[in-house]
């Protein structure tokens, strides 16, 4: 099946810092999501980005679907942006199994 | 706010007892999903229903049944279940359960304690 690694495993940022977080795939996906699970356990829907660059305000994603890979990035950091963010995807016709990465760790500390 | 609720919130079972699990989509989806999430750990997928149908069990033990009693409704019925079963369990919902725009919602979860 599809590997998913996300790197780093933890992030430790000062509050208004920049962060970038990335995502590899081992083949191509029909679907790629990133979520925030909270420190209650949420998982919040970040992004739906296949392919291309969307943005929602301090927040934005690049697939690059060619070369495997996917980044989120975090700009201006708050300490409400800390939790585990992960990054999953859906690979080959018919697929239903989300495969999700190990997720990142990131902590925002004031 | 999420459009996945998930009931109870928090439940502490003993390894004799019955309990069920609710989860209930407004987003007017056809397929939902039951996921397990122990500590430090991504989501693991247990059940799929498509159309109020089964459609997969992955290899889950039979102390859990899941239902689906409309295609808004998932429940998770709970039996004779061990100490390692306490976990995050998670329900999602999707437009369908493969193809197409195929984005998974999940609801806030519900954490077990099986003492």
């Known amino acids: 099946g599809i590997q998913v690694e996300q790197s780093p495993p933890d992030l430790i940022l000062q509050e208004g810092a920049n962060s970038t977080l990335r995502c590899n795939f081992s083949?191509?996906?029909?679907?790629l999501q990133w979520f925030h699970q909270n420190p209650w356990g949420q998982l919040i829907n970040l992004f739906y980005?296949?392919?291309g660059t969307k943005q929602n305000g301090r927040l934005s994603a690049t697939t690059v679907a060619t070369e495997r890979y996917s980044l989120l990035y975090i700009s201006s950091s708050q300490t409400t942006d800390s939790g585990v963010y992960f990054c999953a995807v859906l690979s080959g016709a018919g697929s239903y199994q989300l495969t999700f990465g190990k997720g990142t760790k990131l902590s925002v500390i004031p | 706010d999420t459009e996945v609720t998930q009931t109870p919130k928090h439940l502490v079972m003993g390894m004799t007892n019955k309990k069920s699990l609710k989860c209930e989509q407004h987003m007017g989806h056809r397929a939902m999903y039951w996921y397990k999430q122990k500590a430090k750990k991504p989501p693991e997928l247990m059940f799929v229903?498509?159309?109020?149908?089964?459609?997969i069990n992955e290899s889950v033990p039979s102390r859990f049944s899941p239902e689906c009693p409309n295609s808004s409704l998932l429940n998770l019925h709970l039996h004779a279940l061990q100490p390692e079963d306490s976990a995050l369990y998670l329900c999602a919902s999707s437009q369908t359960k493969s193809g197409g725009r195929n984005e998974q919602f999940f609801g806030p979860g519900t954490r077990l304690t099986v003492l």
């Open positions: 980005i296949p392919s």
């Open positions: 083949d191509s996906v029909n679907n």
């Open positions: 229903y498509s159309y109020e149908k089964l459609s």
